[in-house]
Nanobody, 124 residues
């Protein structure tokens, strides 16, 4: 299983970025998927999750609700995270993760496979 996150970078406060996570070595549509982030010196935190299949159910951390949107394209085996109205506190390494049980949990230890992460830096 390989999950490759991309799309991070440096952006100013109020700007936008779209992260992608390309998946291989698994049946992508059968996985619930999640995004997590980890800021320096902090624990890995839940950002968003999406249910398996067509992804009709999504979950968000309160801190990103209304600003971030998680989506998936099963035809491309790719997960996305559209991030708008970015704040300095969104600065972190962002990781995508796959959950073969399909729970779309907020808990990191519910996920079986993890990508390497992509760095998002929001400057004021």
């Amino acid at each position: 299983v390989q999950l490759q996150a991309s799309g991070g970078g440096l952006v100013q406060t109020g700007g936008s970025l779209r992260l992608s996570c390309a998946a291989s070595g698994l049946t992508f549509s059968n996985q619930a998927m999640g995004w997590f982030r980890q800021a320096p010196g902090k624990e890995r935190d839940f950002v968003a999750a999406i249910s398996r299949g067509t992804g009709t159910t999504t979950y968000y951390a309160d801190s990103v609700k209304g600003r971030f949107t998680i989506s998936r394209d099963n035809s491309k085996n790719t997960l996305y995270l559209q991030m708008n109205i970015l704040k300095t506190e969104d600065t972190a390494v962002y990781y995508c993760a796959a959950d073969r049980t399909g729970l779309a949990s907020r808990r990191p230890n519910s996920y079986d496979s993890w990508g390497r992460g992509t760095l998002v830096t929001v400057s004021s």
